[in-house]
């Protein structure tokens, strides 16, 4: 079993950044996530997309964003379940939790932290009646690795930004790189647009519009795909992957049934004093929270996860007081021995 101050489900952006503030209680902690690797939305759907809105960086990728968040918590030595979704919650007779994994790893611990932003995710797959036999086999709902399309010839349908975005990385990838979309107007950054334009111009990107992909063809792998087109007719078109990007549904999955208030598919909170849900003990920070004047960015949720560890501290040690000291002053000491700190210049007086 695994013990920990701290128990934080969802390994993002907010869960990260909570590692750090409670690194700074000297409280330990421990992440499970349900995707393979940290970072959450911006490690496994747009880690080459552009954030504008954190403070201190007029423009950070997602993937770099979670690369020092990373490096920013690694004093801290952090431990993380990754790979496996929180399953169920037990209230322990010593007040503390047993959260239990889908794969049955148990975990301990007095204070949860729900982190899991909007929840787990679904693609929203397009009505084709056999994309399901082809699933890893040609058809992919989210990209991974680019370089598994390297000189291989791809179609991509939709029409917002990340069937946009891939469209052209994908460009200089790929053999050969079709964007089907049904409508002639695109829901994508106006940059984006024009940028696909220009590739299809350029005969760099077969650009296909009001069209749909309505059929798979193939044994154990894609090899071509059937577009209905609306004056064109019946489009036979050879591929080795057929990537439908029409975004994602969230859903809270088995959190949702943990008993926690929820409303419109998010976790209720207290957001005056502590984002606790609820249940004594169990916080809900980031996307994943809801309350009166909630904005889902990334940069509220580092301010609840703040918030929600100053508390936290204090249900572990209810007969301790913390005082606040400003990491300018204190420095960042890790659990590793490794101390940050700013130099302490000697000033003599003149006599």
Known sequence: MIKTDILIIGAGPTGLFTVFEAGLLKLKTHLIDALPQPGGQCSEIYPKKPIYDIPGFPEILAGQLVDNLMEQIKPFNPGFTLGERAETIEKLEDDTFLVTTNKGTQHNAPVVAIAGGLGSFEPRKPPIPNITDFEDKGVAYIIRDPEVYRDKRVVIAGGGDS??????????????????????????????????????????????????????????HVTAVGIKHKTKGDIHLDTDYFIPLFGLSPKLGPIGNWGLEIEKNAIKVDN?????TNIPGIYAI?????????????????????????SAYQRIFPDKKYVMKYTTVGGVEGFDGTKKEAKKEVVKAII
């Open 163 to 220: 069937a946009l975005d891939w469209t052209i990385f994908l460009a200089d990838v790929a053999s050969e790189v079709t964007l089907v979309h049904r409508r002639n107007e695109f829901r994508g950054a106006l940059d984006s647009v024009e940028r696909v334009a220009e590739l299809s111009k350029l005969g760099k990107v077969n650009l296909i519009t009001e069209a749909e992909v309505k059929e798979l063809k193939g044994d154990d």
């Open 272 to 276: 005056s004093y502590d984002y606790q």
């Open 286 to 310: 980031g996307d994943v929270n809801t309350y009166k004047g909630k904005l889902k960015l990334i940069l509220s949720g580092f301010h609840e996860a703040a918030i929600m560890c100053q």
